[in-house]
């Protein structure tokens, strides 16, 4: 299978930056995409960024302009720098592969990190 490590999580003050990274191993043969997530408490998981391989990378509205999502490929790592971080932006931030194991050839699989507490106060 495939697992997904992260780190990078924390406390800061509004204003403040943070980098997330998150490795994937594992039986991998090909990983389409990477991306991460966010919860609240109460609230459904939401995307905030999210790039496939040769593809248009999305952001959710609400961090464009703020964070920035890259991947090195050799690795199988995705990271997120996240800037001017505002309160609203405190959740559990989960990083997510879709990717294919040998294991499951060829059916692509989303695969979730245990995440990672992001908390910015004012």
């Known amino acids: 299978q495939v697992q997904l490590v992260e780190s990078g999580g924390g406390l800061v003050q509004a204003g403040e930056s943070l980098r997330l990274s998150c490795a994937a191993s594992g039986s991998i043969f090909r990983i389409n995409a990477m991306g991460w997530y966010r919860q609240e408490p109460g609230n459904q998981r939401e995307l905030v960024a999210r790039?496939?391989?040769?593809?248009?990378?999305n952001y959710a509205d609400s961090v464009k302009g703020r964070f920035t999502i890259s991947r090195d490929y050799a690795k199988n790592t995705v990271y997120l720098q996240m800037d001017s971080l505002k309160r609203e932006d405190t959740a559990v931030y989960y990083c997510?592969?879709?990717?294919?194991?040998?294991?499951?050839?060829?059916?692509?699989?989303?695969?979730w990190g245990q995440g990672t507490q992001v908390t910015v106060s004012s």
């Open positions: 997510n592969a879709e990717a294919i194991s040998y294991m499951t050839y060829p059916t692509s699989r989303d695969y």
């Open positions: 790039m496939p391989d040769g593809g248009h990378t």
